[in-house]
Each structure stands twice: as structure tokens, then as C-alpha cells.
């Protein structure tokens, strides 16, 4: 926590406060070893493939030696127990997609939507070079997609980092909401047009704007990577309080509505429920794994959670 916390603390992030991310992101690995408790356990960590192995040699069995990688052949051939070793390819690009558009630019608690998927998307950068990654990405707003080359090197994650804290600045309230759903279709079909293979994806969004469409992009860059879908939600999403007053905006059209009177805050509760639940949904029948981060909560909190490195609490899911 900030001593002297920014009055845009929370709505607006910096660079530096992205770059500072390096040191939370360490021990933090979305392939390697993943405990039971992890959603990337199981199922998730089926559908992530990791790093590519190379044969590095045949040698005798030694204490402690995965019984999995005998050699039964070479074994029965020389009569003694062999086993065969392998390492990991370093070559493994990290590409990540991070979501900058005006329907990010909300947040009813601790942070914007916005704020939050930047924050993940730098823990996640981080994470990706510490393993000795190529690390790039796309980052789009709803006029423009910025891109960086996937390199190996720490400037490449600052220039990264840049990049979406320059979006992120860029984002105001006096701004219109532009009505430009396809955006991030836009930005999946330049991941699948890059011809790209074995990478890791991760893409950090609320998804506004997920179609069928959507889901064919997502399903053609699985068949040949290793892609991962972070979405972002804002806690009034889940349950909308009983008081107060809420400003619905939709390009120039802003609505206030009053919470007080259950006609008003039962159908809109409703609508944003079912509206997270049917992005959710599309998201899961692109056999893309999901996880889903609060912005009413820290985002490096919530990663270890989901990593199986934090107890999960007993909060109810919002899907």
C-alpha cells in the first residue's frame, strides 16, 4: 500500500507502478508444477501444453527419479534401471492481448476494470521473462491497436508496460463511449493472421463485444498455442446495493437510475448477471480455460489464488 496513495490511485495506473509488479510476480508460474488446489490444475492444466521438452540424455536410475521416465528397453537390455532426462525449450514466446477500451474505463470499488487488467496483464509479463520468455503483445483501446514484438529482454516487458499505461492514461470520463464492439476481434484476428505457434496468449479483458465470432478466432489460435482468457469484472456485476444512485451511459446517452425502488435495481441486477454469465459461457465453449478477477480486489491476490498459492476464499462464484 502507498504511504501517499495518488488521487487517480485505483483509476489510473503508472508506468512505474506496472514496473514495480516485477518483484510480486516472482515464484509465480502459469505451466510448471501447479498444485491440486490451482484452477490450472486438472482440466486447465490439460489445455496449457507449457514449454516444448528436448532429450538430453539416458543415464542409470538414481534415487529420488521419476519411475515415469524409465526406459524399459535400455533397462532390459543392459540389466540395469535407465532413465531417460529431458529439458525445457527456452524459446517460448508470450504474447498478451490487454483490454484498454472505455467499457473498461468502470469500477465501483477498489480499482477501474481498466486498472486491474493492466495489473495483470504486468504480473503476467513479468512472470512470462522471469522464465526466460520472449514477452510482447497487443494493447487496443476502441480506435487503435498498439503492438510489441515478442523479445527476450526486460526492455521489451517495459515497452509493453508503456504501451498500456499510455492507453490507460488516455481513458477519461469526458471521453464518449465509442460503440466498437469488433475491437477485439480485431485483435484476435491480428494474433491469428501473425501465423504464430507454440506461444503462450493471454488475454486480459471483460470482453465486451464477445460473439460467435469471438469464439472462432479463440478456438483457431488454441489449435496451435497455448491460450489463456482472464476476464475482468466489476463487483456490481454480482450484486447491485439496495441505496443509491447508478449513471448508465451509452455513447452520448447517459441515464441516471435510482436503486432504491426494487423495479429498478432487480432488472438491472438481472441484466448484469445474465450479462456476465453469457460472455462467460461463450468463453468456455471456445475450450479456452477462464479465469475470472474482481476489481474489487488486489491483482496480485488474486493470481496466486488462482495459481493454488493463496487459500481460496469462500466467495461465491460469478458465473
Same mark, same amino acid.
Given at each position: 500500500?502507498?504511504?501517499?496513495?495518488?488521487?487517480?490511485?485505483?483509476?489510473?495506473?503508472?508506468?512505474?507502478?506496472?514496473?514495480?509488479?516485477?518483484?510480486?510476480?516472482?515464484?509465480?508460474?502459469?505451466?510448471?508444477?501447479?498444485?491440486?488446489?490451482?484452477?490450472?490444475?486438472?482440466?486447465?492444466?490439460?489445455?496449457?501444453?507449457?514449454?516444448?521438452?528436448?532429450?538430453?540424455?539416458?543415464?542409470?536410475?538414481?534415487?529420488?527419479?521419476?519411475?515415469?521416465?524409465?526406459?524399459?528397453?535400455?533397462?532390459?537390455?543392459?540389466?540395469?534401471?535407465?532413465?531417460?532426462?529431458?529439458?525445457?525449450?527456452?524459446?517460448?514466446?508470450?504474447?498478451?492481448?490487454?483490454?484498454?477500451?472505455?467499457?473498461?474505463?468502470?469500477?465501483?470499488?477498489?480499482?477501474?476494470?481498466?486498472?486491474?487488467?493492466?495489473?495483470?496483464?504486468?504480473?503476467?509479463? /513479468?512472470?512470462? /521473462?522471469?522464465?526466460?520468455?520472449?514477452?510482447?503483445?497487443?494493447?487496443?483501446?476502441?480506435?487503435?491497436?498498439?503492438?510489441?514484438?515478442?523479445?527476450?529482454?526486460?526492455?521489451?516487458?517495459?515497452?509493453?508496460?508503456?504501451?498500456?499505461?499510455?492507453?490507460?492514461?488516455?481513458?477519461?470520463?469526458?471521453?464518449?463511449?465509442?460503440?466498437?464492439?469488433?475491437?477485439?476481434?480485431?485483435?484476435?484476428?491480428?494474433?491469428?493472421?501473425?501465423?504464430?505457434?507454440?506461444?503462450?496468449?493471454?488475454?486480459?479483458?471483460?470482453?465486451?463485444?464477445?460473439?460467435?465470432?469471438?469464439?472462432?478466432?479463440?478456438?483457431?489460435?488454441?489449435?496451435?498455442?497455448?491460450?489463456?482468457?482472464?476476464?475482468?469484472?466489476?463487483?456490481?456485476?454480482?450484486?447491485?446495493?439496495?441505496?443509491?444512485?447508478?449513471?448508465?451511459?451509452?455513447?452520448?446517452?447517459?441515464?441516471?437510475?435510482?436503486?432504491?425502488?426494487?423495479?429498478?435495481?432487480?432488472?438491472?441486477?438481472?441484466?448484469?448477471?445474465?450479462?456476465?454469465?453469457?460472455?462467460?459461457?461463450?468463453?468456455?465453449?471456445?475450450?479456452?480455460?477462464?479465469?475470472?478477477?474482481?476489481?474489487?480486489?488486489?491483482?496480485?491476490?488474486?493470481?496466486?489464488?488462482?495459481?493454488?498459492?493463496?487459500?481460496?476464499?469462500?466467495?461465491?462464484?460469478?458465473?
Amino acid at each position: 500500500m502507498q504511504d501517499n496513495p495518488s488521487p487517480w490511485h485505483g483509476v489510473q495506473v503508472s508506468l512505474a507502478e506496472l514496473m514495480a509488479l516485477e518483484f510480486k510476480a516472482r515464484g509465480l508460474s502459469l505451466l510448471a508444477h501447479q498444485p491440486r488446489a490451482s484452477l490450472l490444475a486438472g482440466n486447465h492444466g490439460s489445455r496449457l501444453r507449457g514449454r516444448g521438452l528436448d532429450f538430453e540424455e539416458l543415464r542409470r536410475y538414481q534415487p529420488g527419479d521419476d519411475l515415469r521416465a524409465l526406459d524399459w528397453r535400455a533397462s532390459s537390455r543392459r540389466g540395469l534401471p535407465y532413465v531417460k532426462t529431458y529439458h525445457e525449450e527456452r524459446d517460448r514466446p508470450a504474447l498478451l492481448l490487454v483490454d484498454q477500451r472505455m467499457n473498461m474505463y468502470f469500477g465501483s470499488q477498489r480499482s477501474f476494470k481498466s486498472v486491474l487488467a493492466a495489473e495483470l496483464a504486468a504480473l503476467l509479463g /513479468w512472470m512470462a /521473462w522471469q522464465a526466460g520468455d520472449r514477452v510482447g503483445g497487443l494493447v487496443f483501446n476502441d480506435a487503435r491497436i498498439e503492438a510489441i514484438a515478442p523479445r527476450r529482454s526486460r526492455q521489451s516487458v517495459a515497452a509493453l508496460l508503456a504501451a498500456i499505461s499510455r492507453q490507460n492514461a488516455a481513458l477519461s470520463a469526458d471521453s464518449v463511449l465509442a460503440d466498437a464492439p469488433g475491437q477485439l476481434d480485431l485483435a484476435l484476428r491480428r494474433c491469428v493472421q501473425g501465423g504464430g505457434h507454440d506461444q503462450l496468449i493471454c488475454i486480459v479483458s471483460d470482453f465486451a463485444g464477445c460473439t460467435e465470432a469471438s469464439v472462432q478466432l479463440l478456438r483457431q489460435l488454441a489449435a496451435h498455442n497455448d491460450v489463456l482468457a482472464l476476464q475482468v469484472y466489476d463487483p456490481l456485476a454480482l450484486r447491485l446495493p439496495e441505496r443509491g444512485r447508478v449513471l448508465v451511459t451509452q455513447g452520448q446517452l447517459q441515464v441516471e437510475l435510482t436503486l432504491d425502488r426494487a423495479t429498478v435495481r432487480k432488472p438491472l441486477g438481472d441484466y448484469l448477471q445474465g450479462r456476465l454469465r453469457e460472455v462467460a459461457e461463450l468463453l468456455r465453449r471456445s475450450r479456452v480455460p477462464l479465469l475470472m478477477f474482481s476489481s474489487g480486489e488486489e491483482a496480485p491476490l488474486q493470481l496466486r489464488r488462482e495459481l493454488g498459492r493463496e487459500p481460496r476464499r469462500g466467495a461465491r462464484s460469478p458465473v
